[in-house]
């Protein structure tokens, strides 16, 4: 009479027993999933393929964020979800270089989509309504802001950024481009120059020419202007003589990237990424060393 019983009550706890060893399972690969995905990017720099613009993330050894121009749309967005941690909601610093649109669009849905904890724009301003609404939402975001030239810096964990253009004491040509933000980025050993749209070709300014010998060898340069035919020059190249040159570009009619810029480029032996050929494209580097790796995605 009670050896049914008993068969059945054994039975049940046994698939009980095998239920709760599953579900210890699952908890366990998701966690151990995302703490995988939580530091993942740590320790890197990725190029986001945002198309015809740029947008650069930086991601700190303890996992901050520093966001650099957003792109021509809110295409970025997909970006940042597959680099940020999938429960965060931050990012620690936005900066816009300077004001074009294909610099800023993206911003706007950033803004809307993270809790932003300081925006930091160029000195030199532009009028547009694309800028006017990314000023008018970092105020109705309660997002601190700033204004930056050469010489301010930031530094977040270990990751220093240092502005080296434009310098507000110099007359500044009329081309908004000429004096968006560029920046020195370096962590450790480690060392890259993201140029936006400041172009180095052999017509530039003496005194940004000066400038560029002064920051010297870089891992990795960010081509100015999606490699446009005036964008660099062989002297700047020798002076920073990078081991990685990455251009953010997309469908255009403008025929970026340059043949002039691409053969520069080979012609010194410097390893060309284009992310419109190959994707975003993660840049891991190691504290103390001038190793990195590197990823296309």
């Not at 724009?121 to 105020?139: E, F, H, I, K, M």
């Not at 480029?265 to 891991?284: F, Q």
């Given at each position: 009479?009670?050896?049914?019983?008993?068969?059945?009550?054994?039975?049940?706890?046994?698939?009980?027993?095998?239920?709760?060893?599953?579900?210890?399972?699952?908890?366990?690969?998701?966690?151990?999933w995302?703490?995988?995905?939580?530091?993942?990017?740590?320790?890197?720099?990725?190029?986001?393929?945002?198309?015809?613009g740029?947008?650069?993330?930086?991601?700190?050894?303890?996992?901050?964020?520093?966001?650099?121009?957003?792109?021509?749309?809110?295409?970025?967005?997909?970006?940042?979800?597959?680099?940020?941690?999938?429960?965060?909601?931050?990012?620690?610093?936005?900066i816009?270089?300077?004001?074009?649109?294909?610099?800023?669009?993206?911003?706007?849905?950033?803004?809307?989509?993270?809790?932003?904890?300081?925006?930091?724009?160029?000195?030199?301003?532009?009028?547009?309504?694309?800028a006017?609404?990314?000023?008018?939402?970092?105020?109705?975001?309660?997002?601190?802001?700033?204004?930056?030239?050469?010489?301010?810096?930031?530094?977040?964990?270990?990751?220093?950024?240092l502005?080296?253009?434009?310098d507000?004491?110099?007359?500044?040509?009329?081309?908004?481009?000429?004096?968006?933000?560029?920046?020195?980025?370096?962590?450790?050993?480690?060392r890259?120059?993201?140029?936006?749209?400041?172009?180095?070709?052999?017509n530039?300014?003496?005194?940004?020419?000066e400038?560029?010998?002064?920051?010297?060898?870089?891992?990795?340069?960010?081509?100015?202007?999606?490699?446009?035919?005036?964008?660099?020059?062989?002297?700047?190249?020798?002076?920073?003589s990078?081991?990685?040159?990455?251009?953010?570009?997309?469908?255009?009619s403008?025929?970026?990237?340059?043949?002039?810029?691409?053969?520069?480029?080979?012609?010194?032996?410097?390893?060309?990424?284009?992310?419109?050929?190959?994707?975003?494209?993660?840049?891991?580097?190691?504290?103390?060393?001038?190793?990195?790796?590197?990823?296309?995605?």
């Amino acid at each position: 009479m009670y050896l049914p019983l008993l068969g059945d009550y054994l039975f049940k706890r046994k698939k009980i027993q095998r239920i709760a060893l599953l579900g210890v399972l699952f908890a366990a690969s998701f966690l151990a999933w995302l703490l995988y995905r939580t530091v993942r990017f740590n320790n890197s720099i990725t190029f986001l393929n945002v198309g015809e613009g740029d947008s650069i993330l930086l991601v700190t050894q303890n996992g901050k964020s520093v966001l650099v121009d957003g792109g021509p749309s809110e295409e970025v967005l997909a970006g940042l979800g597959q680099v940020l941690p999938p429960l965060s909601n931050n990012i620690d610093v936005v900066i816009a270089t300077h004001l074009h649109a294909d610099h800023i669009t993206g911003l706007l849905s950033v803004l809307l989509r993270y809790r932003v904890g300081l925006l930091l724009l160029p000195a030199r301003q532009y009028d547009s309504p694309v800028a006017q609404g990314l000023t008018a939402l970092a105020n109705k975001r309660n997002i601190a802001t700033r204004f930056i030239h050469r010489g301010d810096s930031i530094k977040v964990d270990d990751v220093n950024i240092l502005t080296v253009w434009p310098d507000m004491t110099r007359d500044l040509s009329e081309n908004i481009n000429a004096s968006a933000l560029m920046f020195l980025v370096q962590s450790g050993v480690f060392r890259a120059l993201l140029t936006s749209d400041v172009e180095l070709g052999c017509n530039t300014a003496t005194v940004l020419k000066e400038y560029v010998k002064e920051i010297g060898e870089v891992d990795v340069l960010k081509v100015p202007h999606q490699g446009s035919a005036s964008s660099l020059c062989e002297d700047a190249l020798m002076d920073l003589s990078p081991t990685i040159a990455v251009i953010p570009v997309g469908k255009n009619s403008y025929g970026h990237p340059a043949p002039n810029t691409l053969e520069l480029l080979e012609a010194l032996g410097v390893y060309i990424v284009r992310t419109d050929l190959d994707g975003n494209t993660t840049i891991w580097w190691k504290l103390g060393s001038r190793d990195w790796t590197m990823s296309h995605w």
